[in-house]
């Protein structure tokens, strides 16, 4: 029994249908149909296998669960999260030709009957009509073959996730690493300066001590002198990181 036709397959031969009436022909033209629409390129005569293969491939997709996504102005087919390109047009084959009357040949394009289904990713794909096999035999096979791919690749992009979320871990311990060994570092920076400034702190009023001692002892000591030495005792005090810790 026919299976019912798509959404997406009677909205593109609709709007193929539109086109053919419009006389539309240009790129550009297409260009907004080839972004909202299923990627079908065939001649009128050749769009009933056309659909309908397209038609079989979307059913297939949905009974597995996968689907049709368009995005980036172009139509995919979706599995695992993964988006595949693809086309689905009439096959022009190249031909060499020799020009009458001439040495030489070029190149032409001969219109065919073939059609060609491809992926446009890479690695790019295709299959077409032969003699002994039509496109809708194949039909299985590329459903297979964009399944495996979309799944190796899923699970290719898993394990990158598991590096990088792993690369990330390591760089945050690495970096929580060089914080603490640069907070040690300060730490022992500050204890060796505020050693430094003890010592200095107890040298200057050592200094002043003995200063002080000689001058009485000579009686050659003033106001000025004093004035002097309670100075320098200040300043042995702000430097001194014991009396600022008691005071802070």
């Known amino acids: 029994m026919p299976k019912k036709l798509h959404p997406l397959v009677i909205k593109t031969k609709l709007e193929l249908e539109k086109i053919d009436k419009e006389n539309v022909k240009t790129w550009g033209e297409r260009h907004s149909y080839r972004g909202t629409n299923l990627p079908v390129s065939v001649e009128p005569k050749l769009r009933p296998r056309a ?11 949905a009974k597995n669960n ?5 995005e980036y102005n172009r139509c995919h ?26 040495s030489f040949s070029r190149n032409v394009f001969v219109k065919s009957e073939d ?3 491809k992926i446009l990713d890479y690695p790019r794909k295709i299959w077409i009509d032969k003699k002994t096999k039509n496109l809708e035999d194949y039909l299985i096979q ?5 399944q495996k791919k ?41 204890l060796v300066k505020s050693s430094q400034d003890f010592k200095l702190a107890n040298d200057i ?26 100075w320098g005792r200040q300043k042995a005090d702000e430097i001194d990181p014991l009396i ?5």
């Open 115 to 117: 059609l060609e289904f």
């Open 244 to 248: 600022n810790f008691l005071d802070g």
């Open 51 to 61: 659909f309908n293969f397209m038609n079989e491939l979307l059913h297939l997709l």
């Open 205 to 230: 009023r050592n200094y002043l001590k003995e200063l002080k001692e000689r001058m009485i002892k000579e009686g050659a000591i003033d106001k000025k002198d004093l004035e002097y030495i309670k």
């Open 150 to 190: 979309s799944f190796e690749w899923a699970e290719h992009q898993k394990l990158q996730k598991i590096k990088e979320e792993k690369r990330e871990q390591e760089r945050i311990l690495e970096q929580e690493k060089l914080r603490l060994i640069a907070i040690e570092k300060a730490k022992f920076g500050t």
């Open 66 to 70: 996968h689907s049709i996504k368009i």
């Open 77 to 102: 087919i979706e599995m695992y999260g993964q988006l595949t390109k693809f086309t689905l047009r009439q096959k022009f084959y190249r031909k060499r030709i020799k020009e009458e009357g001439y």
């Open 142 to 146: 590329i459903y297979e073959y964009i």
